[in-house]
């Protein structure tokens, strides 16, 4: 289905949690992210989504800037200090987070990193929520220091007050997401739609025989089972044939 | 105190079987329908709080063009569910997701629905991935006839007649499932939202719900075109309805379904085995009601697996099955009149059964045995069914040792340190979905151009994650490990947050060659959704009956119809 079929200029829609990380994640994807980071970059999104800071629009508008993402580039200067290097503050915002999390739930006190050279840092305020799951709080703020403007996060261990991330209704800010849901422009969905699918690979004839109850070979013949299958064998011929559905 | 804890009394006596051994991929395959299954906990919820289907509308043309409407009340809320029914049309036809024409459209939305909102759902549902569901949509399901046993039935009952129970026993449906999204899909409601009492908030029940009711509408759309033929025609008879399911077709989506929901795995294995072993530990004496109830199901299993008209390709013949269980009834048999079970009087009657069948016979007979052990313990069964819910988030203790990750990775992924990665063949294969309709295929890589690897190779994730943190002092936090290496997020997530589970990860190497799709395929639709007489293709596909036998609307008004496995085929 093209984008065009979406009606971009058609009413506003309310995307739910679900199908909007299905489409960050597809998208994420091809920004070429290692796959294993994919999904906490997902999460920046969807928070930032959810904190009103249009998450969403900020993916589409620039996506190419996303590109190679390189998560890896940050670096320790020292235990409280760290360094960007001018990466997307989707790609490193995790690590970071960790980082000031396991040093207050190491030391039992609350504990500060500097974040320097971050681009998009507005969007590290999305570690806030994704702290909780955690069961940790986190704040995040601007600081000027000697050696320049910083994004300062603190974490303060809250284990013992919060239920683990994964203890269904308790992480109230992806409830909130869940029954609210996220409503955008249909433009803004058709475009992210459209963004997503590029990461879905193109039909061909061999890969239709990929899947199925049935395959038919390059000769036609059947392979597999038809009983109780009505299949219109032009699906399975050509590739072009479904391209409506 | 919950239906669960009040249906808990004790821990039982025999331990739940080992994941070493329960969760390699050729064990799960052989789990059979059970009480804790999906369709069988549904009915049963359903029957116990004599839930009402009513058939409120049906304007249905003889080229079966039109609408039907119908209600659904439970104690715990009111549905109901729009069907758009369709002329058939063989063009553009096939079980598989990239069909683009189907004989019904329904929507299960949370009611009373205003006209308004009926006549929205049906503009939007036909354009699938286009449209959106209204404010309070749970499911949106389509389903096509199976010809056969649908045409053979509207004939037979224009006719004055019913319908040859040999024939639609080759089939036991009328239609066959083809799609039930929901959980958000389409802007419809995340389950997860749905309110402590809501009525569909066990995972899958509100696909469960809808697929009932498309057993329903198929039922009164061969009533329905049988009396456009002829005023004579006769009605669909209860025994038959009862007899027909509503078919469903699976295949690879279900793996990648296992993959992103280890914890409903983990819940659903350890609910059944739980159940089952308290079943084993009954002390069920000869003239025990357990013993005479154990002999009817035995009964009905095996008139059932005799019975069974379906060819199987790799998997074992009913008949071999029906052999087993004649064998096994003997023992049991023996056992009432005698009180002697292999030579002695043993504490644990069903243990000794289950080790006799454990060693001599196929394992499909003994997860057939297994399950009727379940069904012994109706009580504690649905009791462990109400435990499905749950949340599959993730999220990292970056404050864990790598030592500590290491330990755990040892000690609960041994099984993907055994296996040999090293070969091609262990990579052969990439998942992926396709542009057309997002459908799930699996291919080998020198016939995929491109792709996005979607399964999850978790064996090889497992052995390099622990070759990496192997360069890690043992006593160093994952934080400062996941700062440099942060293509291990995901995995790390996974593991901190299963730790502790034992059957949240069939032992599998789901992109090598040795890999048989179909094991799993069978895991979650016969096991996991209680689905009956599944016949495989091509080691990929699976097809089966939902609800076969299972109670009519007026069954569960009356409610206690909730005892319906291995339905006999109509005699009339």
Not at chain 1, 176 to 200: C, Q
Request: charge should be negative; include cysteine.
């Amino acid at each position: 289905m093209s984008a065009e079929s979406l009606l971009k200029d058609g009413p506003d829609v309310l995307l739910s949690v679900r199908e909007t990380r299905l489409m960050v994640e597809r998208i994420m994807l091809l920004t070429g992210l290692p796959s294993g980071a994919v999904h906490a970059a997902r999460e920046m999104v969807i928070a930032a989504e959810g904190l009103g800071l249009k998450g969403l629009a900020h993916l589409r508008d620039t996506f190419e800037t996303l590109r190679g993402m390189q998560p890896t580039q940050l670096k320790l200067l020292s235990e409280t200090e760290l360094d960007a290097q001018n990466e997307h503050a989707w790609s490193v915002g995790p690590a970071a987070l960790d980082l000031a999390v396991a040093q207050a739930f190491d030391t039992g006190k609350p504990a500060s990193l500097l974040l320097y050279n971050v681009r998009h840092g507005e969007f590290l305020t999305a570690l806030t929520p994704l702290a909780l799951r955690q069961q940790a709080e986190v704040q995040v703020t601007v600081a000027v220091t000697q050696k320049g403007e910083a994004y300062r996060i603190e974490a303060t261990d809250r284990r013992g007050q919060m239920q683990a991330a994964d203890t269904v209704g308790t992480d109230y800010f992806l409830a909130g997401m869940l029954k609210h849901g996220f409503p955008v422009e249909r433009a803004l969905w058709a475009d992210i739609y459209e963004l997503s699918n590029r990461s879905l690979t193109p039909d061909s004839v061999v890969s239709r025989r990929h899947a199925g109850p049935i395959i038919l070979d390059d000769q036609g013949r059947i392979i597999g089972r038809t009983d109780d299958d009505e299949t219109d064998f032009s699906l399975l011929t050509n590739a072009d044939s479904t391209a409506a559905a | 105190m919950s239906a669960a804890e009040k249906a808990l009394p004790k821990q039982p006596l025999v331990p739940l079987r080992a994941a070493e051994t329960l969760m390699r991929p050729e064990v799960l395959a052989t789990l059979q329908p059970s009480r804790v299954s999906i369709s069988r906990a549904f009915i049963a919820e359903a029957s116990r709080e004599r839930w009402s289907i009513r058939k409120l509308q049906f304007d249905i043309d003889e080229r079966a063009k039109g609408r039907a409407l119908y209600r659904i009340e439970t104690p715990k809320g009111v549905f109901d569910f729009p069907v758009f029914s369709f002329e058939y049309n063989p063009s553009g036809r096939t079980g598989r997701i990239i069909g683009r024409s189907w004989d019904m459209m329904g929507a299960l939305v949370e009611g009373p629905m205003s006209q308004a909102d009926i006549d929205q759902t049906q503009t939007e549902l036909p354009k699938l991935y286009a449209g959106r569901a209204t404010e309070r949509s749970l499911v949106w399901a389509r389903s096509n006839r199976s010809s056969r046993a649908f045409d053979h039935t509207v004939e037979s009952l224009a006719q004055g007649k019913q319908p040859d129970a040999a024939t639609i026993a080759q089939v036991c449906y009328l239609m066959r499932n083809t799609g039930l999204d929901g959980n958000g899909t389409f802007g419809t409601r995340s389950f997860l939202t749905l309110e402590p009492d809501h009525a569909l908030r066990k995972p899958l029940a509100a696909q469960m719900l809808s697929a009932y009711l498309m057993r329903e509408f198929a039922t009164d759309l061969v009533n329905c075109l049988a009396r456009h033929r002829s005023p004579k025609a006769a009605e669909l008879a209860p025994e038959y309805r009862r007899f027909l399911g509503v078919g469903n077709g699976s295949a690879l989506g279900l793996i990648l379904f296992a993959n992103n929901h280890p914890k409903l795995i983990d819940r659903f294995i350890t609910a059944r085995e739980t159940a089952l072993a308290h079943g084993k530990s009954l002390s069920a004496r000869p003239d025990s009601a357990e013993v005479k109830r154990l002999l009817v199901l035995l009964d009905r299993a095996i008139r059932f697996r005799l019975e069974d008209r379906m060819v199987y390709d790799a998997l074992v013949p009913s008949s071999r099955v029906a052999e087993e269980l004649t064998a096994l009834r003997k023992l049991v048999a023996d056992y009432a009149a005698s009180g002697q079970l292999f030579g002695s009087q043993p504490d644990l009657p069903f243990v000794a059964l289950c080790a006799h069948a454990e060693t001599s016979m196929l394992p499909e007979s003994l997860e057939t045995l297994h399950s009727m052990l379940i069904d012994l313990v109706p009580e504690i069964a649905d009791g462990l069914a109400e435990s499905l819910i749950v949340s599959e988030e993730t999220a990292t203790q970056p404050q864990m040792k790598t030592g500590m990750l290491r330990q755990i990775l040892r000690d609960e992924y041994a099984w993907c340190f055994k296996m040999d990665l090293s070969t091609e063949a262990s990579r052969r294969y990439v998942w992926y979905k396709s542009a057309t309709a997002e459908e799930p295929r699996r291919g080998p890589r020198e016939e995929v151009e491109w792709a996005f690897n979607l399964g999850l190779d978790l064996p090889r994730l497992i052995q390099e994650l622990d070759a990496a943190l192997a360069a890690y002092p043992a006593d160093r936090m994952l934080a400062y490990f996941l700062l440099e290496q942060p293509q291990f997020r995901g995995i790390v997530a996974r593991v901190q947050t299963l730790h502790g589970l034992h059957y949240h990860s069939p032992h599998m190497n789901i992109m090598g060659e040795e890999f048989l799709p179909i094991q799993m395929v069978r895991m979650l639709n016969i096991g996991l959704h209680g689905i009956d007489k599944t016949r495989d293709f091509l080691n990929r596909n699976l097809r089966g009956v939902i609800y076969h036998g299972a109670p009519l609307p007026e069954d569960l008004r009356a409610g206690s119809h909730d005892d319906w496995f291995y339905p006999a085929e109509p005699t009339r």
